[in-house]
């Protein structure tokens, strides 16, 4: 039966909903299927859920999305399980499909050390989000595509989520999982902005903003295409995502006590990484140890120097730890070389219609760049100024982290109040704190976190029910 078959079966068990807890999961990214699933193999009690997303299909969220599906994942296999303690299950399931093992006969017995298309991660996750449910009878689903535009108290300890519905339902239960921002409908991709520039250039040239993982893949994507006029790449910082080794690099880490201060602890890592290079090993694998220590390091820092890391150093901790697959790297190393692809520092601004203003890394002076077409490929960090940020934060449910990154939460996703507490019923799961988690738009930390989430919401509403 399809997932959609069990939706509806279900729908005949409506009348039994307000018997029983009501969850709701505000975005249906990574996220938040990943959320979904922590819940249904966890909390081994009945439970109304419900799916709360503009988009009418399920996708991998925006630090997967791409305009294309056979988008190669910057992530290895065997980091790339969503199943709690078992770091082979994504592996196992590659080593099931025929047609995968067909297609990569090489990495035979095994695919863990392999990066694999956006879109294989995305039938996994969707297959095993349906096999979760289609073990649990005891459950009903619903999903929604209007968009959640607030979230308050109501009737209690519940919550209301408004929306387009008149029929806003309540909930004991809200997971927030709308990754950096829920999107509008259908979107999808990077945003490509044509212009009328054609006559002002010798040759056909784009405009790419952004330095991420994105950035690499649209201009990858554009010469796969045949793309052969210029392209300039427009960064803030000017630091491009580095290379993964061609093996594993596993984790390494200097096990004495860590420094407390942001300029020991960049002494630290630097000196890390050249010991481990000394060793024969990489600085990749200091990188990969570093996630172990990265909550701790951070709540060590004084809020100046959590601000110094935003502004300084954020972009180059971000181009050593979201890597490129070394033969995209090596692609995008020989693109610079041979100037066809120009890195620009610098401030883009507002478009125009012969292409794009900006501003120079140290100038003051704005400059038009013609080009025939502009393709966004920012990741847009969270908006804490959208009406659902704000019902929370005005209503006294949440508060931003230190640096305005996101909500301030626990370990759990949830969010801290002024005097410390948190809202019973409440959570942030995913890159929404990302300012109180660091790494937690990453898939082991996000799938850790929606089990530790869903664990708690088990003993809140089923305190005598072992979770599994």
Not at 124 to 133: D, T
Not at 420 to 430: E, M, P, R
Request: glycine content about 8%; overall charge positive; hydrophobic content about 40%.
């Amino acid at each position: 039966m399809t997932v959609q078959g069990l939706f509806s079966a279900r729908a005949s068990a409506a009348a039994q909903i307000s018997a029983v807890p009501r969850i709701a999961i505000v975005g249906r990214g990574f996220s938040g299927m990943m959320t979904a699933i922590a819940l249904m193999k966890t909390v081994r009690a009945p439970f109304h859920l419900q799916l709360f997303d503009p988009n009418s299909s399920v996708s991998g969220g925006q630090a997967l999305a791409s305009v294309r599906s056979s988008t190669i994942l910057n992530t290895r296999v065997r980091d790339l399980s969503v199943s709690l303690g078992d770091n082979d299950d994504f592996n196992d399931w590659l080593c099931s499909n025929a047609a995968f093992r067909a297609a990569v006969p090489a990495a035979i017995p095994g695919f863990r050390q392999i990066f694999v298309p956006k879109e294989i991660f995305s039938d996994y996750v969707y297959q095993r989000f349906s096999e979760a449910l289609a073990a649990r009878r005891d459950i009903t689903v619903q999903v929604c595509n209007d968009p959640v535009v607030a979230i308050r108290r109501s009737h209690g300890n519940r919550f209301l989520l408004e929306s387009a519905n008149p029929a806003n339902p309540l909930f004991d239960t809200v997971m927030l999982a709308t990754g950096y921002g829920l999107t509008e409908p259908d979107a999808g991709g990077p945003d490509v902005s044509p212009v009328r520039a054609q006559r002002l250039v010798a040759r056909p040239h784009a405009v790419l903003l952004g330095s991420g993982i994105r950035v690499v893949d649209q201009l990858l994507r554009l010469r796969d295409s045949g793309y052969a006029g210029q392209i300039t790449i427009i960064s803030r910082r000017g630091f491009l995502p580095q290379s993964h080794t061609p093996n594993s690099a596993d984790p390494v880490f200097p096990a004495e006590a860590l420094p407390q201060s942001l300029p020991d602890i960049v002494r630290f890592i630097r000196q890390a990484c050249r010991e481990a290079e000394d060793e024969g090993r990489s600085w990749q694998s200091v990188m990969n140890g570093l996630r172990k220590h990265a909550r701790l390091l951070w709540r060590s820092l004084p809020a100046r120097d959590k601000h110094q890391f935003n502004r300084h150093l954020r972009a180059i901790y971000d181009s050593h730890r979201n890597r490129l697959p070394e033969a995209m790297h090596l692609r995008l190393k020989r693109e610079l070389a041979e100037g066809r692809t120009v890195l620009r520092r610098g401030r883009a601004g507002r478009r125009g219609l012969s292409g794009l203003f900006f501003t120079p890394a140290g100038s003051s002076v704005e400059e038009v760049m013609h080009a025939e077409r502009i393709i966004d490929c920012r990741c847009q960090a969270p908006d804490l100024s959208a009406p659902l940020m704000q019902s929370l934060i005005s209503a006294g449910l949440a508060m931003p982290d230190e640096l305005s990154l996101g909500l301030a939460v626990n370990a759990r996703g949830e969010p801290f109040l002024e005097d410390g507490s948190t809202v019973a019923g409440l959570f942030a799961v995913g890159p929404l704190g990302l300012g109180s988690l660091p790494d937690i738009d990453l898939v082991p930390e996000i799938v850790s976190q929606a089990y530790a989430a869903a664990e708690r919401v088990g003993e809140r509403f089923y305190p005598q029910v072992k979770a599994v």
